[in-house]
């Protein structure tokens, strides 16, 4: 018998299989992140009273990059050669690292973390990667250890939530900008202490900010501010 077999076409049936199988693929991710989220939220708060080893889950992988939308946010961020650019709470240097390298050569960036160990670890990981244009200061944004007027940009990523005092940040972050310089604020899941566009914005106006975007991707956003 000399004919080619007709192709079978999907029938209802297997249409709505696939769809469950991608449902339940999905939710597993999803049920993924908001498990590595609380466990992070859960450990940022009890490291505050104890001190504890720093968790491989907040550790910088492909997973987390992915998780955390590194890609996306670092779209979003506009940075360039030669610009001087700040972040508040950098961790192990998620963003920072790769920021650095984007406003290369000329420019540099300096990242503020509170926690002794972790900001030791990110200069470890610049000096692995051959950085040298990063300045990482130990202590706490609330207190003005920030150069006045220095820098083009700076950004928050899933760390508003967190800072005690976030009125003295804000208000030393419009210091540390030069007029017309640009804040970012990401936030979004699967942070737990993430804060809602409104709140950011009523947090940013009187402290002399102008919102003049907002992108969104994935349940996060990255609102982008001009320091007037």
């Known amino acids: 018998m000399g004919g080619d077999v007709a192709e079978r076409r999907p029938t209802i049936n297997d249409v709505a299989a696939?769809?469950?199988?991608?449902?339940?693929?999905?939710r597993l991710v999803l049920l993924i992140g908001a498990s590595l989220g609380l466990a992070s939220g859960v450990w940022r708060t009890v490291h505050r009273i104890r001190r504890l080893p720093y968790p491989f889950w907040m550790a910088?992988?492909?997973?987390?990059?992915?998780?955390?939308?590194?890609?996306t946010i670092l779209g979003h961020l506009?940075?360039?050669?030669?610009?001087?650019?700040?972040?508040i709470g950098p961790g192990l240097g998620r963003l920072l690292l790769p920021v650095a390298a984007r406003v290369a050569p000329g420019g540099d960036v300096t990242g503020v973390e509170i926690d002794h160990g972790i900001a030791q670890a990110l200069r470890e990981r610049a000096v692995a990667a051959g950085i040298t244009n990063i300045t990482v200061i130990d202590g706490d944004a609330a207190a003005r250890q920030i150069p006045i007027g220095y820098f083009d940009v700076a950004y928050l990523?899933?760390?508003?939530?967190?800072?005690?005092?976030?009125?003295?940040?804000i208000h030393h972050l419009h210091d540390a900008l030069k007029p017309g310089?640009?804040?970012?604020?990401?936030?979004?899941w699967p942070d737990p202490h993430h804060q809602s566009l409104a709140?950011?914005?009523?947090?940013?106006?009187?402290?002399?900010?102008?919102?003049?975007?907002?992108?969104?991707?994935?349940?996060?956003?990255?609102?982008?501010?001009?320091?007037?």
């Open 157 to 169: 990523a899933a760390v508003l939530g967190e800072i005690g005092n976030p009125t003295a940040v």
């Open 18 to 26: 696939r769809a469950e199988e991608h449902m339940r693929a999905r």
């Open 199 to 228: 709140a950011v914005k009523r947090r940013l106006v009187p402290a002399g900010f102008a919102r003049i975007g907002v992108t969104r991707a994935w349940g996060r956003f990255t609102a982008q501010f001009e320091r007037l």
């Open 78 to 87: 506009d940075v360039h050669p030669g610009q001087h650019v700040l972040e």
């Open 60 to 71: 910088v992988t492909p997973f987390t990059d992915w998780l955390y939308g590194t890609k």
């Open 181 to 188: 310089g640009m804040l970012f604020i990401i936030e979004g």
